[in-house]
């Protein structure tokens, strides 16, 4: 296996950091804290840079607040100049392990995403049905982010890492929370995330030799004509995750003919169609309604009809689109989006 030593410097490297400051601004350039950071841009990365050198970069207290979409979430978030100083570590060692990453595996990663991830189960649903009847096994980590043992995905990264001043960096990020697990908001979670999970990607792949899976992060997907080779997969995959990575199937992990509509990425994908889950087309109707209440904010209104005649231009969604029409009034709808 090869090892990646002596890449401290490309991490601290100025260019690096520049280019990590892009990244982490990307979309949030006129937020207070990335005004006031950009305003002495040259200034705090020569800071950031110093502290890299020295190894005195140590994580700044978290803020934390809890999300209720799609489900209930802690969120840890690091103020900006932590945020740049992750990026300045992803872009260095992304690259090392997305080699090691297989092609099935959708979640945070370049020229991949949703969209992706749902035509590629479509495509597996599609192969699998010309040999017969099609079953699907859908696998869900119970709790993941906040069950990532700290030693396993340490030792993970070691494997592929030498270089010990890195290690060092990583360490004291991967420790940085009190909270179980790696925190959720953070970037250097996904990609520890990836990495985690990598091993049993593999272990599908190549040991079991699974021909229609694919993964975005801890949402995993296997189609099978036969429900007994899915049940017997299941109980191998769970001894995986016990005895290698700590970690347990939750409660929503089944088996079921694929009839009943696999949901999964925000659609419900049938053997020859593809609906809009509800709960997306609820929340994005919430939303509408939010931005509705105030004119200062026509323009999210767009956004979020934009956003939502997206995501059903990818499946049978009539319904959706009438619905928003009623929502904001045909009138509105026809100067806005027909005019």
């Known amino acids: 296996m090869k ?31 990335v005004l006031d950071f950009s305003s002495k841009l040259e200034e705090n990365l020569i800071q950031i840079h110093n502290e890299l050198i020295n190894s005195l970069c140590q994580p700044s207290p978290y803020k934390q607040f809890v999300i209720k979409e799609p489900k209930e979430r802690l969120i840890l978030a690091l103020p900006f100049k932590d945020r740049v100083v992750q990026h300045a570590i992803c872009n260095i060692i992304e690259p090392i392990f997305e080699a090691t990453f297989i092609k099935d595996s959708y979640a945070c990663r370049k020229n991949k995403g949703v969209l992706k991830g749902v035509k590629r189960a479509a495509k597996h649903i599609s192969s699998v049905e010309k040999t017969g009847g099609i079953y699907c096994l859908k696998m869900d980590i119970h709790k993941y982010f906040y069950s990532i043992d700290h030693h396993v995905i340490f030792e993970m990264i070691k494997k592929k890492i030498r270089c010990k001043k890195t290690l060092d960096l990583i360490k004291v990020i991967i420790d940085s929370s009190d909270n179980p697990g790696i925190p959720i908001g953070n970037l250097t979670s996904q990609l520890f995330a990836n990495i985690y999970l990598s091993s049993l990607d593999h272990f599908i792949k190549e040991d079991l030799r699974v021909k229609y899976y694919l993964r975005y992060m801890d949402d995993m997907v296997i189609i099978n004509n036969s429900k007994e080779n899915l049940a017997r997969l299941l109980s191998e995959i769970k001894i995986f995750l016990k005895t290698k990575l700590r970690l347990e199937l939750n409660k929503k992990t089944q088996i079921f003919p694929i009839k009943r509509g696999l949901d999964f990425l925000g659609y419900r994908q049938f053997r020859n169609t593809r609906i809009l889950r509800k709960s997306v087309m609820l929340k994005s109707y919430r939303k509408i309604k939010k931005f509705m209440k105030s004119k200062r904010k026509l323009n999210k209104v767009k956004e979020s009809i934009n956003g939502l005649l997206n995501i059903c231009s990818y499946c049978k969604s009539n319904k959706a689109i009438e619905n928003v029409k009623k929502i904001i009034g045909e009138e509105k709808w026809a100067l806005m989006y027909i005019k």
């Open 3 to 33: 090892t990646y030593n002596n890449i401290y410097p490309r991490i601290y490297d100025f260019a690096n950091l520049h280019k990590a400051y892009l990244k982490a601004r990307a979309g949030k350039r006129f937020r207070e804290e």
